[in-house]
């Protein structure tokens, strides 16, 4: 493949992922939604052949808040049904489009961002670091791969966690667990635990206000093409991965003064923006069936919190409100499985998500640990291949292999995650299948939260600059190391000579 032409499929070219769409405003939803209508987690679901944005009202939802006060609950839904949609039904079609590509093997899929997105340290330079990480790995894994990669920040609307416990208990202190900036507060306080709703609404304010970084990013010039050796960080610069970055960038540079030589205008949109797209957890019900609308034009609902949802692990039930709630909304889709999930239930879960079976709509994000991945991913595969199912295949390496050290720190340690991005690739090689993307937590901080890696961080350095609220993430020379990591196996699987 010329390298023109790899460079313009590869998605450093610019198409419509945010070119507005028509939409409707008018939804109907029920007038006072609120949490106690949501059915108890030991009751059964109410049976239902119709979907509407209030359907999952009637299934088991689990993993939500308690609102002790309903009013404002319905206060605070009331006015996120009359905000404007944060994105639109062109871009959630844009992006189908290339993941459809991805599950056919033309192409790859980098997600990444932050655990959980906060409102003290939100700021532009945050979201441009970590912006500039995304677009640093998209440049390696595309040049190295010569394949699409299509990017998906973790941004926007990654507010929500779930909790393994309802409630914390420090020093016979019992109060509720700290569940995301959108629903109460880190600080253990009566007060800052309080599930407030209105929170919500700020959650809503912060993300558009992200998008717009975003947008302003990645069509304003600062991803420009020729801009690569910009994107580099400070803290990356002096360490090996930067060394290679730097190497790989001056080989692309080459090749655009080759362009600009034999007439390719280099200066046109196809080299100065990017499509970048937002995904995050459908966990928060209320706030997702709030955003949902429906697209004038084709007449489908779609949630317009995010480009992209997917299910965790922890509600991925078949007869849970989660899956209700996705199941009839247009966005493309992911759902999270671990070694927990049997071959026959993710092929249930697989025909409830995407009963039509399109390809591009329905990602299987898979967490297990390299050991367990080995031995389980090959019969989720085989049942999918078996059934022609069309989806996209992604490595979550970073959340089945969290720790705690002796001081009490929860971290991650690279070796495992490399592991298990490695054994990814391996199983997909034995199945013949396309391993389709890559989900990480990580951030363009110089944060010290996982361990080791080039940036050589142990047990004892994690208290330096341990910034998460949540869990570890890794640091922009982590990510750049994975990066190569992938190109290296892309190149393998395409006969390419290493980088």
């Known amino acids: 493949m010329r390298l023109s032409t790899a460079l313009l499929i590869a998605g450093l070219s610019r198409a419509a992922a945010f070119t507005p769409a028509s939409l409707s405003t008018n939804v109907a939803h029920k007038s006072a939604l609120s949490v106690a209508s949501v059915r108890p987690e030991t009751s059964s679901p109410a049976a239902s052949d119709d979907w509407s944005p209030e359907s999952w009202t009637n299934a088991v939802a689990k993993q939500m808040p308690i609102y002790e006060d309903q009013e404002e609950l319905a206060g605070a839904v009331k006015e996120l049904e009359k905000v404007a949609p944060l994105v639109f039904a062109g871009e959630v079609r844009s992006l189908h489009e290339k993941l459809a590509r991805v599950s056919q093997g033309q192409g790859f899929v980098l997600m990444g961002g932050d655990c959980a997105e906060s409102f003290k340290e939100f700021h532009v330079n945050h979201i441009r670091d970590t912006f500039r990480v995304i677009m640093q790995m998209s440049l390696v894994m595309t040049f190295g791969s010569a394949m699409p990669v299509v990017k998906i920040g973790r941004m926007a609307g990654q507010f929500a966690k779930p909790r393994s416990e309802p409630n914390e208990v420090i020093d016979g202190v019992s109060l509720p667990s700290y569940r995301g900036d959108n629903v109460n507060q880190e600080e253990f306080t009566p007060e800052a635990r309080r599930n407030d709703p209105n929170l919500m609404v700020k959650a809503y304010y912060q993300s558009a206000q992200t998008l717009n970084i975003l947008r302003a990013f990645s069509t304003g010039g600062f991803a420009d093409i020729s801009r690569l050796h910009a994107w580099n960080l400070d803290f990356v610069e002096d360490t090996a991965e930067g060394s290679r970055y730097r190497k790989l960038a001056s080989k692309v540079d080459e090749s655009l003064r080759f362009m600009k030589a034999i007439g390719i205008d280099t200066s046109s949109p196809e080299f100065t923006s990017v499509d970048f797209y937002t995904a995050h957890e459908c966990l928060l019900l209320p706030y997702e069936q709030a955003l949902t609308r429906q697209d004038s034009t084709t007449g489908k609902w779609y949630d317009c919190s995010s480009h992209m949802l997917w299910v965790g692990e922890r509600t991925r039930d078949l007869d849970g409100a989660h899956l209700e709630f996705t199941r009839g909304i247009g966005n493309p889709l992911g759902v999270k499985v671990s070694d927990k999930c049997t071959p026959d239930e993710l092929i249930r879960i697989i025909n409830t998500m995407n009963p039509q079976n399109i390809p591009g709509k329905l990602s299987i994000i898979v967490r297990m640990g390299a050991e367990k991945l080995r031995k389980n991913l090959p019969e989720l595969i085989r049942a ?108 393998l699987r395409t006969g390419l000579p290493s980088l």
């Not at 022609?388 to 340690?413: E, Q």
Request: with cysteine.
């Open 384 to 491: 999918v291949q078996r059934e022609g199912k069309a989806v996209v295949w992604i490595s979550d390496p970073v959340h089945g292999n969290t720790r705690k050290t002796d001081g009490g720190f929860k971290t991650r340690d690279f070796d495992n995650v490399r592991a298990e991005l490695r054994a990814f690739f391996d199983v997909h090689d034995e199945m013949g299948s396309h391993p389709g993307g890559v989900h990480v937590e990580m951030t363009g901080e110089d944060v010290t939260e996982c361990t080791g890696g080039v940036s050589s961080v142990t047990d004892e350095s994690l208290k330096e600059r341990y910034n998460t609220a949540c869990d570890p993430r890794l640091n922009g020379s982590q990510a750049l190391e994975l990066a190569f990591l992938i190109a290296e196996r892309m190149r």
